[in-house]
């Protein structure tokens, strides 16, 4: 009588006394649960940096805003052909209000060095 290995792995483990449903995982349930982790540590990442780095001028508001929409809508492209176009979107969501809000911060600084150094120019 001839056992095939995964037969005599759980055997021996009974006899080991541990349970072998519990020992041997199926790798789809493994790879749906680091799916999710990963997922998960990208979302709270994405948060975590918008929360942040917050710029607080009317560029970088636009910016976030415009870039969410975009990140979305290429998101959701991207995940769809993958077959995850939500996933997809929540994270190109993420990704471009974060690009947005650095592109419109960096806009509003360069626009406030601009108007003090016209303000400094300037003769009443």
């Known amino acids: 009588m001839s056992l095939d ?20 995982a199926n790798p789809e349930s493994i790879m749906n649960t680091m799916k999710k982790q990963i997922t998960l540590l990208a979302v709270s990442l994405t948060a975590a940096f918008s929360f942040a780095s917050c710029s607080s001028g009317p560029n970088a508001r636009t910016g976030t805003v415009i870039g969410a ?20 979107a929540a994270i190109g969501a993420g990704a471009g209000a974060i690009g947005g809000n650095v592109i ?14 016209s303000a400094r120019r300037s003769y009443y």
């Open 5 to 24: 290995t995964a037969a005599m792995a759980r055997v021996g483990l009974k006899k080991m006394g541990a349970c072998a449903s519990n020992s041997f």
């Open 104 to 117: 419109g911060g960096a806009q509003d600084q360069r626009n406030e060095r601009y108007y003090r150094r």
């Open 69 to 88: 929409l975009g990140g979305a809508a290429a998101g959701g492209i991207i995940g769809h052909q993958s077959g995850r176009g939500l996933e997809g």
